[in-house]
């Protein structure tokens, strides 16, 4: 596309959509992102050609991306402008952005766009590189941002929104945002609720691990192992209980179906797990809860001491790692004193 015509193009487009956010329910005004605050959404003109030789490879890529107009939310839709810079309010308003915009093309009240886009498509030239073909494509985006705010929000608060474009003769809107995941992070010194891409967790991961850290007690251990009604297991967990008060004043230590409590048993677990300074895991009866509490907290980095009765043979994805192997209560107690006192040194 020569660039007389790209920009012939793009004033038509920035024409179309100032008629087309006139028509939105929420009520949008153009303004000048130099002096803008809050949240922006910005439309941009993409433009590309790939050069496709005989053998229909790529031979030579040409990308133009250039910015047409920001908007911004105003009136009585002012929260959308988010001049809090509000975290979960800014992704959640792009969720209604691209909502409003999908339900405006299902509505084709975005056929305005037809004739440009399709003339867009048009206009590829033809280049001395031995191409057989021309591929291009010509389409807009809507990108969302903020103005003001530190670094970090400028980085976190960017996401592209959707792309509008012509293909199967007619007008089609796609989702350019990532899933959404729920975290609990750090931030501004507290802990806060947030719903965020999954690409953009990340960003979080410093504040995650600070706000992981400070739930761990120092003193608690978790033990997991099987529940079967067994007296060996029942002996064992005694002697797992009178082993951790020896070594030192204050631990204390938890399986789950002694906790007197109202919860959901997997759930638990996994707070459990979370604030736990170590694991203590009895792989006797080679229970699959066991090894998904022991899969957990590895991923978690917690210490485990691992434990089996001598008589067993774990699975084979742990018979590599230290394990404690015992036939009676004294061979367990030494060797755990042992391994503990390292631990909490």
Not at 11 to 20: W, Y
Not at 36 to 57: D, K, L, P, S, V
Request: charged share 25%; proline share 3%; aromatic share 10%.
């Amino acid at each position: 596309m020569k660039p007389k015509d790209f920009k012939d193009l793009k004033n038509e487009l920035k024409e179309a959509f100032r008629n087309i956010l006139s028509n939105c329910y929420t009520e949008f005004i153009e303004v000048d992102i130099s002096n803008a605050i809050g949240q922006i959404f910005t439309i941009n003109a993409f433009y590309g050609e790939q050069y496709i030789n005989e053998n229909r490879r790529p031979i030579e890529d040409v990308n133009i991306v250039r910015p047409l107009m920001s908007f911004q939310a105003s009136g009585t839709d002012g929260i959308w402008k988010n001049e809090i810079l509000d975290i979960n309010r800014f992704f959640n308003t792009n969720d209604e952005v691209f909502n409003e915009f999908y339900e405006m093309g299902e509505r084709q009240e975005l056929n305005s766009l037809t004739a440009i886009l399709k003339k867009g498509l048009n206009h590829s030239l033809p280049r001395n590189v031995d191409q057989s073909t021309v591929d291009s494509y010509f389409f807009i985006s809507i990108e969302s941002s903020i103005q003001g705010g530190n670094q970090f929000l400028r980085e976190l608060l960017n996401e592209g929104i959707a792309t509008i474009g012509y293909e199967d003769n007619s007008i089609s809107v796609g989702c350019s945002q990532s899933e959404r995941t729920k975290i609990t992070a750090l931030v501004d010194g507290g802990p806060v609720n947030l719903r965020i891409p999954f690409d953009k967790v990340d960003n979080f991961q410093t504040f995650q691990k600070e706000t992981e850290q400070s739930l761990i007690d120092e003193k608690y251990i978790f033990v997991a192992m099987s529940f079967q009604n067994s007296p060996e297991l029942e002996d064992t967990y005694s002697t797992i209980q009178r082993t951790i008060k020896k070594v030192r004043k204050g631990l204390k230590c938890e399986r789950v179906d002694n906790i007197q409590d109202d919860f959901i048993i997997n759930d638990k677990i996994i707070d459990c797990i979370k604030k736990s300074k170590l694991l203590i895991v009895d792989l006797t009866g080679n229970r699959p809860n066991v090894y998904y509490e022991l899969g957990y907290a590895r991923a978690l980095g917690k210490q485990v001491i691992l434990l089996c009765r001598k008589d067993e043979k774990p699975h084979f994805d742990v018979v590599n790692q230290n394990t404690i192997f015992y036939t009676n209560s004294t061979m367990l107690e030494n060797s755990l004193t042992i391994r503990l006192r390292a631990c909490f040194r």
